[in-house]
């Protein structure tokens, strides 16, 4: 599959069959996060792979709609804030590797035929929590990984002409 053709072909899933993913699959889009680039190559971000079967209760205080805890798989990406690169203005660049890292992951399932749906809004406290996170891990964003149940739905996008700016603004 081109590369284009790849991205616009990833939608997020929001249903998923119970076919479990190969570990050789995990393990591919796993490596695909490990690779991404991150500032000053420090990747200050860790990985949680999440089995939800069993655990679909207390998952569910994570974020509560049924769909999260069908996938057969879920990773939490977290920032590993005391890792970050800091520019000389102050800025921190941890959030930015975090995201870079999941989309490699997300782009490299879709490249597997598997399903992800980019999940930011849920409790952070609960994550924190049920996932057993110590001091200075962050969680960022969470996706589903799984076979989709569900076909896509069309991508609302704007123009080029609304986003990109040549030269200055």
């Known amino acids: 599959m081109e590369f284009l053709e790849l991205v616009e072909s990833r939608y997020s899933v929001r249903g998923y069959k119970s076919t479990p993913v190969e570990e050789e699959k995990l393990q591919q889009v796993l490596e695909a996060a490990r690779l991404a680039p991150t500032a000053n190559n420090r990747q200050p971000f860790r990985l949680i792979v999440i089995r939800p079967e069993g ?19 879920i990773i939490c990406a977290c ?11 102050g800025k921190v660049y941890v959030d930015v590797d975090v995201t870079i890292a999941m989309d490699h992951l997300i782009l490299a399932a879709r490249s597997l035929d598997l399903g992800t749906c980019w999940i930011a809004d849920f409790d952070p406290a609960a994550a924190r929590e049920v996932l057993g996170l110590p001091e200075g891990v ?32």
Do not use: N
């Open 138 to 169: 962050e969680p960022i964003v969470f996706t589903t990984l799984g076979y989709p149940a569900v076909a896509p739905r069309r991508k609302r996008r704007k123009p080029l002409a609304e986003i990109v700016r040549y030269d200055r603004w």
């Open 55 to 73: 655990r679909e209760a207390e998952l569910r205080r994570i974020y509560a709609l049924d769909w999260f805890t069908q996938a057969p798989v």
């Open 79 to 89: 920032a590993v804030a005391e890792e970050g690169w800091v520019r000389m203005d």
